[in-house]
């Protein structure tokens, strides 16, 4: 069973572009998470997705956007990237809410986003 | 609102050393509490988890207890060796939702 990916696995950009990361969830997950790995921060939660809707979102500004695709893989996009925007973006999945009381959340390795 | 405090890393360790990485949280109601480790250039892998009070959590050789009295969710090991460096994260789950809050992380690196 393939587990969680991520792509791409580096992203490189310039202050004030576009970038969009892209997460496929493990089949059968409907619930995908985005979550931000600054460097010194630990992980901060930014966005979840369910049956593509967007359910929760963390403390980040609007730049930070993202949807859910009817297959259930996600993307992230950050708009006017800032250099403080660098860090590694890790997606995770997990079955719906009330699918399983032992809920496991499976996460990717991340793409490692840098702002120039 | 939920938080989690762990203490900072790095941890620097002797193959065979004892471990522990401290961990307390602040919740609403009972959460679920949960230890994820990070090897390098990997996603988060759970590690172990506590459902509620005085539950042990343990997996690999490494065991936590969910301690309501102190809010803690201490992690601990005998015998460490080289293969568990990597960051470790404490955290919880409220029951009433879906969103892992994590602490900061703890680098751990075991040398030989």
């Known amino acids: 069973e393939a587990g969680v990916t991520q792509s791409p696995t580096h992203l490189i950009k310039t202050r004030g572009q576009q970038a969009t990361l892209r997460c496929s969830p493990i089949?059968?997950?409907?619930?995908v998470y985005w979550y931000q790995q600054a460097l010194g921060l630990g992980l901060q939660f930014l966005l979840w997705?369910?049956?593509?809707?967007?359910?929760n979102r963390g403390n980040f500004p609007p730049r930070f956007s993202g949807r859910q695709f009817p297959n259930y893989s996600s993307e992230l996009n950050v708009n006017a990237l800032e250099l403080e925007d660098s860090a590694l973006y890790l997606c995770?999945?997990?079955?719906?809410?009330?699918?399983?009381?032992?809920?496991?959340?499976?996460f990717g390795s991340g793409t490692q986003l840098s702002v120039l | 609102g939920n938080s989690v405090t762990q203490m900072e890393g790095p941890v620097t360790l002797s193959e065979e050393a004892f471990l522990t990485i401290n961990c307390t949280y602040t919740?609403?109601?009972?959460?679920?509490l949960f230890w994820y480790v990070q090897y390098p250039g990997e996603g988060l892998q759970l590690l172990l988890k506590a459902t509620k009070a005085d539950d042990k959590g343990s997996n690999k050789g490494f065991e936590a207890t969910y301690r309501k009295e102190t809010t803690s969710f201490h992690l601990e090991k005998g015998s460490v060796q080289v293969s568990d460096s990597a960051v470790y994260f404490c955290?919880?789950?409220?029951?009433?939702?879906?969103?892992?809050?994590f602490g900061g992380g703890t680098r751990l690196m075991v040398k030989p």
């Open positions: 955290a919880l789950r409220n029951n009433a939702g879906n969103m892992l809050t």
């Open positions: 919740a609403t109601g009972y959460p679920s």
């Open positions: 089949s059968g997950h409907t619930s």
């Open positions: 995770a999945s997990s079955l719906s809410r009330g699918a399983a009381i032992e809920e496991k959340l499976f």
């Open positions: 997705y369910d049956e593509g809707e967007e359910r």
